[in-house]
């Protein structure tokens, strides 16, 4: 029994696209034909991998959720450490399965083992559902017969992942949208109101005051000028972005942020945690160090960071101690390189990657609730500033011009 891609007609004339399983395509239109969908194409997939992978990547085009991934996975190590064979697992989270993203990897995937497949094998079909990390911890899974271990160890990660990220998001979101909210405040006040009170002093013979004059000044550029400055603001975030993209423009934009204060030390905690703890994912899977740090850096964002861990496996590769190896990047905490050291004199590195990752993940968030808890009275203190600014810049004139009056 082969696996088929297809694409058909619903009653509503909509196309739906997926894969099913039979002995031929004239019994996958068949199947079609009883769910009251229209047969517009079926391809067999192929056993050549590159046909495969652009058979894969016309049907599959997005990637699952963290969320998905983890329950996928936590369902497929739970059957599996019931006792039940691969292909029963497979059938059994296939049926409880309601996404229909799912259904059809899951699908495609029973398919190829019961071709004699392995389950990494099977999943080396989809790289945009299953990263190179997932897939090199269930090959090793597989290998050393401790599958339902590794999956429950990968749902772990991935759930912790998915939280971690989660928490980055909500750090960066609050500031911003704060930060957002006090800019537009500060623009309607010198767009709008200020041209309107400011037109008192138009009348006025006597000299304003330097301060009155250069709000004047900035609500004259905003009126003039603001809908090009956003412009401008919007064509260098476009620019930025495309430049970006450049591997080598890249490069130099991550190791300039690592020379930022502040800025350097949360970026260097954030891609060791996730390096840790990846790399201990693997180790405990039965990945060998080498192998399992080449593919620990594929999950660091900053590729300054990602290189340092490429060179430092070619010197372990030489002979050389990971930490040792590490170390001569400088661009790893010193915490986390001596945990490192003591697992590999203890050999317990596993557990101390796993510290190290525990480590650098607590001081993150630590240092981003401090930072969150100064930034809003900070932020209400700079606006205070600018609204007393914007007062006093208001009143110093009529104060003038009062006492004028009263002489």
């Known amino acids: 029994m082969s696996a088929f891609e297809y694409s058909a007609?619903?009653?509503?004339?909509?196309?739906?696209?997926?894969?099913?399983?039979?002995?031929?395509?004239?019994?996958?239109?068949?199947?079609l034909k009883e769910q009251s969908l229209i047969p517009l194409e079926i391809t067999e997939i192929h056993r050549d991998r590159h046909a495969v992978q652009r058979h894969r990547s016309r049907l599959f085009q997005g990637g699952l959720?963290?969320?998905?991934?983890?329950?996928?996975?936590?369902?497929?190590?739970?059957?599996l450490h019931s006792g039940s064979p691969?292909?029963?697992?497979?059938?059994?989270?296939?049926?409880?399965?309601q996404k229909r993203s799912v259904k059809t990897v899951l699908t495609a995937i029973r398919a190829r083992v019961r071709e004699g497949y392995t389950l990494a094998s099977a999943m080396d079909e989809f790289p945009?559902?299953?990263p190179k990390l997932y897939r090199a911890t269930v090959a090793a899974g597989e290998q050393s017969s401790k599958l339902d271990f590794v999956?429950?160890?990968?749902?772990?990660?991935?759930?912790?992942?998915?939280?971690?990220?989660?928490?980055?998001?909500?750090?960066?979101?609050?500031?911003?949208?704060?930060?957002?909210?006090?800019?537009?405040?500060?623009?309607?006040?010198?767009?709008?109101?200020?041209?309107?009170?400011?037109?008192?002093?138009?009348?006025?013979?006597?000299a304003l005051p330097g301060i009155t004059l250069f709000l004047i000044a900035i609500s004259h550029f905003l009126q003039n000028y603001g809908v090009y400055l956003g412009l401008s603001i919007l064509l260098l975030v476009m620019v930025f972005n495309l430049l970006n993209r450049n591997e080598r423009f890249k490069y130099g934009w991550h190791s300039l942020l690592l020379k930022v204060p502040g800025i350097a030390h949360l970026i260097k905690g954030i891609n060791t945690a996730v390096f840790a703890r990846t790399f201990s994912i693997l180790m405990s899977s039965g990945v060998n160090a080498l192998e399992a740090m080449k593919i620990s850096s594929s999950v660091i964002n900053n590729l300054v960071m990602k290189k340092a861990v490429e060179v430092a496996a070619e010197r372990v590769r030489e002979g050389s101690a990971i930490s040792s190896a590490l170390e001569q990047s400088q661009c790893f905490p010193a915490i986390t390189l001596y945990l490192i050291a003591s697992g590999e004199s203890s050999g317990n590195l596993v557990e101390m990657l796993e510290h190290a990752a525990?480590?650098?993940?607590?001081?993150?968030?630590?240092?981003?609730?401090?930072?969150?808890?100064?930034?809003?009275?900070?932020?209400?203190?700079?606006?205070?500033?600018?609204?007393?600014?914007i007062v006093i810049a208001i009143l110093l004139p009529i104060f003038k011009l009062n006492q004028l009056v009263g002489v």
């Open 151 to 206: 999956l429950e160890r990968l749902a772990d990660h991935v759930e912790q992942s998915q939280a971690l990220r989660s928490k980055i998001i909500l750090a960066l979101v609050y500031p911003v949208v704060l930060t957002l909210v006090a800019l537009l405040v500060t623009i309607v006040l010198l767009t709008y109101v200020v041209p309107k009170v400011v037109q008192v002093f138009d009348n006025i013979d006597q």
């Open 65 to 79: 959720s963290k969320s998905q991934l983890a329950i996928l996975t936590r369902q497929l190590a739970t059957m």
């Open 86 to 97: 691969i292909e029963s697992t497979l059938s059994a989270v296939l049926k409880q399965t």
């Open 358 to 389: 525990d480590s650098q993940e607590k001081e993150f968030s630590t240092i981003t609730s401090v930072v969150l808890g100064l930034f809003e009275p900070l932020l209400i203190v700079t606006m205070g500033g600018v609204v007393l600014f």
């Open 128 to 130: 945009a559902v299953f």
């Open 9 to 31: 007609l619903n009653q509503q004339g909509k196309t739906e696209k997926g894969v099913l399983e039979a002995d031929s395509s004239r019994q996958v239109s068949q199947k």
